[in-house]
């Protein structure tokens, strides 16, 4: 596809096209674009960067419903075709220099759009076991990732791989206790929340040794609390420091507080 038809077909798709658009016109462009991101990244050096950029803009426009989404799958076809255009979403996201920034951005947007669907965040992790990888190992981008692994702890598959992990597994509860911008706390604690729904996994979450207790518990404590010394005791070490110190701030994010409390509640 050239410049100018991408162009061209980014002005229609961001016009948001009709829900009820002929699935074959829908297909059609799905299946065009596919193509032309898989051949994009073949290479070593990614070509036509801009060109590609817009591609995956317009796969993003087209991937706006379930029904879009699962339109995509059938554009693919096969199995082999759809591990061939996630690996080639794999290979932007590595991406490591400032040149591919806004292609990152873009590739996020659409993973975004996807993984909220039941149906691509399965097939993600169960065709393509490398993107957990991919997303933890991609510490400049890791933040801008949390949206995607947030969509996809909705699946038990994902929950399991990051608990089943130690490596995964702290680095997210290390991340969150670490953690200050208050919209990545939040998306953190609810991949923590979706983790705390395998039952299988809830000695290993709740071992102090994990520290995850202690990191949920902080953000909720504030200086007007009141403990006696008994329960006190009982809390770990960190946390008893903050109880009721003058110096320690609550946060003002309910959603947040929302969050950690269904977390605890679910642990």
């Known amino acids: 596809m050239t410049l100018t038809q991408l162009k061209a077909l980014l002005h229609v798709t961001a016009a948001k096209l009709d829900e009820n658009e002929d699935d074959e016109f829908v297909i059609y462009h799905f299946r065009r674009l596919v193509d032309f991101i898989i051949s994009s990244t073949r290479t070593s050096a990614i070509s036509s960067n801009e060109s590609l950029n817009i591609g995956i803009q317009c796969l993003t ?82 933040n801008d990732l949390l949206p995607i692994l947030l969509n996809m702890t909705s699946d038990a598959y994902v929950r399991r791989r990051i608990c089943a992990s130690e490596k995964l597994r702290q680095n997210v509860i290390e991340r969150f206790a670490t953690e200050h911008d208050p919209k990545r706390l939040i998306l953190l604690s609810g991949v923590i929340k979706n983790c705390c729904f395998e039952d299988d996994y809830h000695m290993i979450l709740l071992d102090p040794s994990s520290k995850l207790i202690e990191a949920l518990l902080a953000p909720l404590c504030g200086p007007e609390d009141y403990v006696d010394e008994e329960d006190r005791q009982m809390l770990p070490k960190r946390i008893q420091t903050m109880v009721g110190n003058p110096s320690t701030v609550r946060s003002d994010s309910n959603e947040l507080k929302v969050t950690i409390c269904q977390a605890l509640l679910q642990a």
């Open 61 to 142: 426009n087209l991937c706006c419903s379930p029904h879009r989404n699962k339109l995509l799958i059938e554009a693919l076809g096969s199995d082999d075709m759809r591990d061939r255009f996630v690996a080639s979403l794999e290979c932007i996201l590595l991406q490591t220099t400032t040149d591919y920034d806004q292609l990152r951005k873009s590739t996020i947007s659409l993973l975004c759009n996807l993984t909220r669907d039941s149906l691509w965040s399965t097939r993600f992790f169960h065709d393509r076991d490398n993107l957990v990888n991919v997303i933890f190992s991609c510490e400049n981008s890791f």
